[in-house]
């Protein structure tokens, strides 16, 4: 695949695809962080799912996510677990035509609204981060990301 290229190899432990049967295409992903943490992601295209989970160097989980995913592979929410496999909280991402998230919208894990954050890009795709509260109320204000955001297109 043409991605692997695009990774930092240092951070890159392994990567591959594998095909279920039936015919699911798996795609799985192993990075070594800098902190000796491991994430692995496993891409599941007819479920339309990823599941990213994060180790520390001993194998032990420390948190688990699953990604909801279009029929593009792009990220439409997910819900974050804790280490003993317990909700944390829930997201859903609305998303512009460059697949871009341009509100995220966070929900307990019995579905009770928590706020929301709204992404703003400008033509050279760095934007700003602003968060309200479930009230609607701004908690922060108008603050930089980091160009190449995670959350774009998964190949």
Known sequence: PDDVGEKDPVELAAYGWA????????????????????ATSVVDT??????????DGGGKVIRKTLYTLD???VRT???????KDNIRYKEAYKL????RVIETWFYSKDDRLLGHR??????????QVVDYN??????SPAAPTRPGRRDRRRR
């Open 19 to 38: 095909q279920e049967e039936g015919g699911a295409d798996i795609k799985v992903t192993a990075r070594v962080r800098p902190d000796g943490t491991t």
């Open 46 to 55: 007819d479920k339309r799912t990823e599941v990213e989970t994060v180790s």
């Open 71 to 73: 029929e593009r592979k």
């Open 77 to 83: 929410g997910a819900i974050h677990y804790d280490q």
């Open 96 to 99: 512009d035509a460059q697949s």
């Open 118 to 127: 709204v992404f703003i890009y400008d033509a050279k795709g760095v934007g």
């Open 134 to 139: 479930a009230q609607g109320a701004v908690i």
